[in-house]
């Protein structure tokens, strides 16, 4: 990790990783935590573990309704306070609405991602006036966006649920008797059953799966 300067202002320089750093300290913490919680490697990523992730790490899990503004649908946010616990906000619909676990989970990583990358650098330099929202467009960064970190904290959020060995090895196991190797075209009858497969093991949208996919490399134009 190095710091470079932050164009949008917010703060005089900001934490750059490379993907490959990213990787590592996602899969890291939360395996640690897995081993700690279960004792092995729990896959997919219980949300309850993800949950337990963030309320250590935070001051408080808060559960709130509406949190949309009107523009976005907004679906959680990290309020980070100087010398004290960040405080996570999330929206109450996505744990009543048992059809948006998929979006929950994702929401989740996200956050924690904010609580993993974010918290020294807002204990640096002071938290903003308004917190940022987490909008439905931030939980899966297809390719890097003008606002840093919430790019940073939806590859996070996807690289905690799915983290890169196990993603790795289940794909190696999909095309151990397909004539393919990846990288498979994103338009092909085996990309599209590669998703679902990923999605299925992982417990996550099909769609997340993909931008993991292509994030690592699997998938190709």
């Not at 935590?33 to 949300?47: A, Q």
């Not at 899966?140 to 690289?159: F, I, K, N, T, V």
């Not at 890169?164 to 095309?175: C, I, K, L």
Request: hydrophobic share 35%; proline share 6%; with cysteine.
């Amino acid at each position: 990790m190095k710091m470079i300067p932050d164009r949008t202002g917010r703060f005089p320089k900001r934490p750059y990783w490379e993907t490959a750093e990213l990787e590592g300290m996602c899969e890291q913490a939360i395996t640690a935590f897995l081993h700690r919680r279960y004792g092995f490697d729990r896959i997919p990523v219980p949300t309850e573990a993800i949950t337990a992730l963030i309320e250590r790490e935070a001051g408080d899990l808060d559960i709130r309704s509406d949190l949309s503004d009107d523009q976005y649908e907004v679906f959680g946010y990290t309020v980070f306070q100087r010398g004290q616990k960040p405080r996570v906000v999330i929206a109450r619909e996505l744990w009543e609405q048992r059809h948006r676990s998929n979006r929950l989970r994702m929401t989740l990583g996200h956050e924690y991602g904010h609580l993993l990358l974010h918290t020294r650098l807002y204990d640096q330099y002071g938290p903003p006036s308004e917190p940022q929202r987490c909008h439905w467009r931030d939980l899966l960064p297809s390719e890097p966006m003008a606002d840093w970190a919430e790019w940073q904290a939806g590859y996070a959020g996807g690289a905690l649920l799915m983290p890169e060995s196990f993603v790795r090895r289940a794909v190696v196991a999909f095309f151990r008797e397909r004539t393919e190797e990846p990288p498979v075209a994103r338009s092909s009858a085996d990309s599209a059953t590669l998703c679902e497969r990923i999605a299925l093991t992982f417990d996550v949208s099909a769609e997340a799966a993909r931008v993991r996919l292509s994030q690592l490399g699997f998938l190709s134009d």
